[in-house]
């Protein structure tokens, strides 16, 4: 035991130490989080790259496979990053590689990929071995000046190599190709936008240090996504996400009419939002037609190759195409909100959400020091240039006695350095000289490039020394940089469009669906269909064994139907989505949530404003609105409350200003319908007393017209003189009158 305390190997000797679990856990897990949020998930705002992208492009570099050169094994390549810089998984070094290739996702590549990596369909890029790439144009821009001592460079993982803190970045990295991560307690969401509009935007900041958000929203008028598309966010809202470096962007699919002749058409989508799968994206739609959620739309195909190109069919030639495709944009990704959420590293070390201000403004800053350190650089590199050339010129005013000193000194070096007071790198370089460097003409060359050096050392103090002079080299860059990159270079023009929101907010049912005439079959046991047109309602159908007619009745396609319940719910049907008339139909209770003890009391056409009349077996009951019965689920709504075996009996429309209320034992009671309140949801009032028994059935009708019933022959008889039967609502009535039916029914 004495030897392992005394061990220098072993930490703390060996021994054991004991430690709240609290602080144990808590000081961990801050170490992971702010590892997670400074070299993993949050962008530098100065070079907008993760260490991941940094340490790929910087790797590629070092291989030397720019713009012009050839193509290296992918494998190669993320292998290297991994061994000298990345010590992580090959795959996930090679998947970030692979999305910095992909033109669906990044406004502009940073690298060249030859072979799959990946399509907007979202399947996957091929293994590492199959793929070859190397660095683009824009990782060119990204990284030059990294070999004039541009930024700082730090150990790598095992010491054994240097990396850099941060590339210089000739443009806005984070704002033109954006970036999303997902750290410990925060997360990034960043556009892609247009160089070229960062550009002007970064020029004007440097003319107006303090110019307002909303006036570099002029400049940069919302994000320029790599798939295109149209943004139809307010402006309003972008200006205030732009200012707070928070927001959502609605992003929806670009779309055209194609005319097939004969008066139809078809819609063409030749743009989809960013981010979103085109494969699951037809596989949404197509869902949609399957389940008859736009039934308007036909079908979907798709006709892509190279752009994209997905054709819609409407159902009918008299659909309104921006009808249909409003009503896409609300139940399928051919629109989206992207959740804007600038949260980035300020020199790389403070997460911030910043607004856009502060992000062109952390790029310029650091665009100074980079140029400052360029300079410096620059400066050393001719102060040392200089010292070389003196030297050469001595030696020309000089040489047949330098010529002379070199053959006969055994130690040439101290002697000259004495002779023509040179300093110990002018001798060496001397010493070093080509023979064929001791040409006339040479020495014209030296003293050409010795005169130029001056001037050019002269111009590098005055950079130095005035910031007036900085901003506007660092503004020449830029100007270099749009040229390069912005809307006259290749693939440098605005792809997403802004527009206004449209004005078509709520798409109507009857505007989705095609108006037929149908007739509504329902059977006793619930089988209910939809037969064409308006077929006589006495036609003779068909039914399953032991099953007969119970409703029928027309209606359109546009329609909704109404199904009143036993437990006092109301479910709504859509006439459009009722099986067709070839069979027997489906059960209902397969379209809506109707459980199996409860039967359907009621089944008939919604009419608008219209009221109803609804009562329980126990001779409650209401007036309710036949527009607040309608149920937007299946689940249906609850109307008339009924429990303890009382159950809903009668669901009438109401007509005149009376009601009439006969009980199972016979007695009817008339009353006026104002003693009835108007209710959306409840119990009811008492309709009629009784002591034995309930309600068999009631009805409204116009006192002045009289009280109608149907007698056992099916004949219609009247009955005028209603005083006898006129009282209070919740009395308890009179007998029926003679004739009245048997059943207790009116109708």
Not at 57 to 63: G, T, V
Not at 99 to 126: E, K, S
Not at 261 to 274: D, F, H, L, N, V
Request: proline fraction near 5%; aromatic fraction near 6%; include cysteine.
């Amino acid at each position: 035991m004495a030897d392992l305390l005394d061990d220098p190997n072993i930490p703390d000797g060996g021994v054991t130490v004991s430690e709240p679990l609290r602080r144990a856990i808590g000081e961990r897990y801050l170490q992971y989080a702010l590892s997670t949020i400074m070299h993993r998930a949050l962008p530098d705002a100065r070079d907008g790259l993760k260490p991941v992208h940094r340490r790929i492009i910087y790797a590629m570099r070092e291989l030397k496979l720019g713009p012009t050169s050839g193509y290296r094994k992918s494998a190669k390549i993320s292998g290297d990053v991994m061994g000298n810089y990345h010590p992580h998984g090959d795959q996930a070094i090679y998947d970030a590689m692979a999305r910095l290739a992909q033109d669906f996702n990044i406004r502009y590549p940073l690298v060249d990929g030859q072979g799959n990596f990946g399509n907007i369909d979202g399947d996957n890029p091929a293994a590492a071995r199959y793929t070859e790439a190397r660095l683009t144009a824009a990782a060119e821009a990204l990284m030059e000046g990294l070999s004039e001592n541009a930024v700082d460079f730090r150990d790598n993982y095992d010491g054994s190599l240097q990396e850099p803190v941060v590339l210089p970045a000739a443009f806005p990295n984070l704002l033109a190709n954006g970036s999303s991560g997902i750290a410990v307690g925060m997360a990034t969401n960043i556009p892609p936008h247009n160089i070229g509009e960062l550009c002007d935007a970064a020029l004007h900041l440097i003319k107006a240090p303090n110019a307002r958000d909303e006036t570099l929203l002029e400049f940069v008028p919302g994000p320029d996504f790599p798939t295109g598309g149209i943004i139809v966010e307010p402006r309003a809202n972008l200006a205030e996400a732009y200012r707070t470096g928070r927001g959502s962007i609605r992003l929806r699919a670009r779309w055209q009419v194609e005319d097939t002749g004969r008066g139809q058409y078809q819609i063409i989508i030749t743009e989809i939002p960013y981010q979103v799968q085109k494969s699951k994206l037809i596989e949404k739609i197509a869902e949609l037609i399957q389940l008859k959620k736009i039934p308007i739309l036909a079908d979907i195909r798709d006709e892509s190759a190279d752009d994209i190109r997905l054709v819609l069919e409407p159902r009918a030639k008299t659909v309104d195409a921006a009808v249909l495709m409003e009503t896409l944009f609300r139940q399928s990704d051919l629109e989206v909100r992207f959740s804007m959420n600038m949260n980035v590293l300020i020199d790389g070390l403070t997460p911030k959400v910043c607004s856009m201000k502060e992000v062109l403004r952390a790029f310029l800053d650091h665009r100074r020091d980079v140029l400052l350190r360029r300079s410096r650089h620059r400066l050393e590199k001719i102060d040392h240039r200089l010292e070389v050339l003196e030297g050469y010129i001595v030696a020309f005013l000089n040489l047949d006695r330098v010529i002379a000193i070199i053959r006969t000194e055994d130690e040439p070096k101290p002697v000259m350095m004495e002779e023509f007071d040179l300093s110990d790198l002018q001798a060496e370089a001397i010493l070093n000289m080509r023979l064929r460097s001791l040409r006339r003409l040479e020495e014209m060359e030296l003293r050409r490039e010795h005169e130029a050096l001056l001037v050019e050392r002269a111009d590098l103090e005055d950079l130095l020394a005035d910031e007036a002079l900085q901003w506007g080299r660092i503004s020449d860059q830029l100007r270099e940089t749009r040229k390069k990159f912005g809307k006259t270079a290749e693939g440098g023009a605005r792809r997403t469009e802004l527009a206004d929101a449209p004005d078509i907010e709520d798409v109507p049912l009857e505007a989705m669906i095609e108006k037929e005439p149908i007739t509504v079959v329902c059977s006793a046991m619930g089988w209910i269909r939809a037969m064409k047109g308006h077929i006589a309602l006495d036609s003779e159908l068909k039914f399953k064994d032991g099953d007969e007619a119970r409703f029928i009745f027309h209606a359109q396609t546009t329609d909704k139907i109404l199904l009143f319940g036993t437990n006092g719910r109301f479910y709504t049907l859509g006439a459009s989505a009722l099986p067709g008339g070839r069979g027997m139909g489906e059960p209902v209770r397969l379209m809506v949530d109707l459980p199996n003890e409860v039967e359907i009391v009621d089944l008939f056409l919604h009419l608008p404003g219209r009221k109803l009349l609804v009562a329980s077996s126990a001779g409650d009951g209401f007036v309710v609105p036949e527009d607040e019965v309608i149920a937007q689920t299946r689940n249906g709504r609850q109307v008339l409350n009924v429990k303890d075996g009382v159950r809903a009996l009668i669901s009438e429309f109401v007509v005149g200003d009376h009601v009439a209320c006969v009980g199972e034992n016979r007695k009817v009671l008339v009353f006026p319908l104002s003693e009835l309140p108007v209710m959306n949801r409840g119990k009811g009032v008492r309709l009629q007393k009784y002591k034995d028994g309930g309600l068999s059935d009631l009805t409204s009708f116009n006192l002045a017209d009289g009280l109608s019933w149907k007698d056992p022959a099916g004949r219609t008889r009247t009955e005028s003189e209603l005083e006898e039967w006129i009282g209070k609502r919740a009395s308890a009535g009179r007998m029926a009158p003679r004739g009245f039916p048997r059943d207790n029914r009116f109708t």
